[in-house]
């Protein structure tokens, strides 16, 4: 069955700093493959996806993920963080393959934003 | 235009009472899906639905768990005589077309806790 991992339940950067989210799936066919981000009280926002074409993605907020398949990673950077990047953010797959439309997400991993 | 809304926001229940969560998709958004999330954890998917067809029922958690779509749009989530262990947030998200790789846009949840 899919899974998907996401190393590091808190982290916590300074303002300006680079952000890395880490985030690995665990098929050996490459599904689709996401990040949301989730404020307080709020439901999920999707930040980026990857389908096909360019492993390099951006999304919303400055947010870029690279898909490596030799890594089977997709880990998620912003360059410089900033106060309202802290929320929780999970990285999801669509297990396409096993014919599903759910979304299969992570834990999740709380960004903390220190000033 | 409007996103995805479901009420009510919070419930609260005593063990054993039944109780009935609405999600109302996007206009015109074929799927609808339900998710729960327990604390700290990632959503967990439980059912899926294409129009008034609940197509995957595979991640209700028991039989208490009971899910429509009579009109294809508006859903409803029933938990009869419901546990302790059904306290969590419940999601809801729908998407255009269901595709694979379709964005899935959530709405706020609706947290139950049961006493």
């Known amino acids: 069955a899919q899974s998907v991992t996401q190393l590091g339940s808190h982290v916590s950067v300074s303002e300006g700093a680079l952000v890395l989210l880490r985030c690995n799936y665990s098929?050996?066919?490459?599904?689709?493959l996401f990040w949301y981000v989730q404020y307080p009280n709020q439901g999920l926002q999707l930040l980026l996806k990857?389908?096909?074409?360019?492993?390099l993605v951006k999304g919303i907020n400055g947010f870029e993920a690279e898909f490596k398949k030799s890594e089977t990673s997709f880990h998620l950077t912003k360059p410089s963080a900033h106060m309202s990047d802290a929320a929780e953010y999970f990285c999801?797959?669509?297990?396409?393959?096993?014919?599903?439309?759910?979304?299969?997400f992570g834990s999740g991993t709380r960004l903390l934003v220190r000033p | 235009g409007a996103g995805v809304s479901q009420s009510p926001r919070y419930k609260v229940a005593k063990r054993g009472q039944d109780v009935a969560l609405r999600c109302d998709p996007i206009?015109?958004?074929?799927?609808l899906f339900w998710y729960q999330q327990a604390l700290g954890q990632g959503p967990e998917f439980l059912t899926y639905?294409?129009?008034?067809?609940?197509?995957?029922k595979s991640g209700l958690p028991s039989d208490r768990f009971f899910a429509e779509r009579p009109e294809g749009s508006v859903s409803t989530l029933k938990i009869q005589r419901t546990q302790q262990e059904d306290s969590a947030v419940y999601l809801c998200?729908?998407?255009?077309?269901?595709?694979?790789?379709?964005?899935?846009?959530f709405g706020p949840g609706t947290r139950l806790t049961v006493l």
């Open positions: 998200a729908s998407s255009f077309a269901g595709g694979f790789s379709d964005t899935q846009y």
């Open positions: 098929s050996s066919v490459p599904p689709y």
């Open positions: 990857y389908t096909t074409g360019a492993t």
């Open positions: 999801a797959v669509s297990p396409w393959m096993d014919s599903s439309y759910k979304l299969i």
């Open positions: 206009s015109g958004h074929v799927s």
């Open positions: 639905f294409q129009n008034e067809a609940q197509l995957d």
